[in-house]
């Protein structure tokens, strides 16, 4: 039977919501999988020393740059499509460098209080 009610959908909203809660109370128990790691999925240097910040800090702007590149892809094809309206081109270059800068902030920021979650959870573990 085919509605157009979106009530419908609210027991696979539920169930969907359901899934990602578990799957993230599971994965509270193992702490090293929180740590940052690069776009490829290799763990970063948990390291104070200068090079393994520059090493997450190159692998968080790789990351952002990735992401800018990829919406700002998707909303250039959703124009094409003439699903929107078609911008000037510098909106696209104003519309890349925020998402740019936004997305480094986040990853920087996260990725930093990740590993330093972690070097106290070690700290705790070593007492």
Not at 8 to 33: H, P, V
Not at 72 to 78: A, K, Q, R, V
Not at 85 to 112: C, D, K, P, R, T
Request: aromatic share 14%.
């Amino acid at each position: 039977m085919r509605t157009k009610d979106i009530s419908a959908t609210n027991w696979e909203i539920i169930l969907l919501l359901l899934i990602g809660i578990i799957y993230l109370i599971g994965l509270r128990s193992d702490k090293e999988l929180f740590l940052p790691t690069s776009f490829s999925g290799k763990k970063l240097t948990i390291g104070k020393s200068k090079q393994a910040k520059m090493q997450r800090v190159k692998s968080y702007l790789i990351e952002s740059l990735i992401f800018s590149v990829v919406i700002t892809g998707i909303c250039l094809f959703f124009t094409f499509l003439e699903v929107e309206y078609v911008l000037e081109l510098i909106v696209y270059i104003i519309e890349f460098f925020g998402l740019l800068l936004v997305s480094f902030m986040l990853n920087y920021s996260l990725g930093e209080y990740k590993i330093k979650k972690y070097k106290k959870h070690i700290d705790n573990l070593d007492n």
